[in-house]
């Protein structure tokens, strides 16, 4: 499975991003979504099942983000809204063993 993630940027506090996975060779099985932010320990955001019918969050990020899919297109989101300096950080999405490269989102 090969993983692409994209939508970082550069945002104010407050702002909204939507993170998007690109999944190639697409798995029907949970998927995540991690962060790591400078000199810091890569640490779980967020899953989402296979079906997009359950998905689950950290507690520092719940009712700010939100993870969805559409199987129909091999895409994985992340809705991150209300987004906090110490959301900073590089998101990664991951099939476990298979993890994307990165996108950065930074939030100043």
């Known amino acids: 499975v090969q993983l692409v993630e994209s939508g970082g940027g550069l945002v104010e506090p407050g702002e909204s991003l939507r993170l998007s996975c690109t999944v190639s060779?697409?798995?029907?099985?949970?998927i995540g979504w991690l962060r790591q932010a400078p000199g810091q320990e890569l640490v779980w955001v967020a899953s989402?099942?296979?079906?997009?019918?359950?998905?689950y969050y950290a507690e520092f990020v719940k009712g700010r983000i939100t993870a969805s899919r559409d199987n129909s297109k091999n895409m994985v989101y992340l809705q991150m809204n209300s987004l906090r300096s110490e959301d900073t950080a590089l998101y990664y999405c991951?099939?476990?063993?298979?993890w994307g490269q990165g996108t950065q989102v930074t939030v100043s």
């Open positions: 989402i099942d296979s079906a997009g019918a359950n998905s």
């Open positions: 060779g697409f798995s029907s099985s949970y």
């Open positions: 991951t099939n476990l063993p298979d």
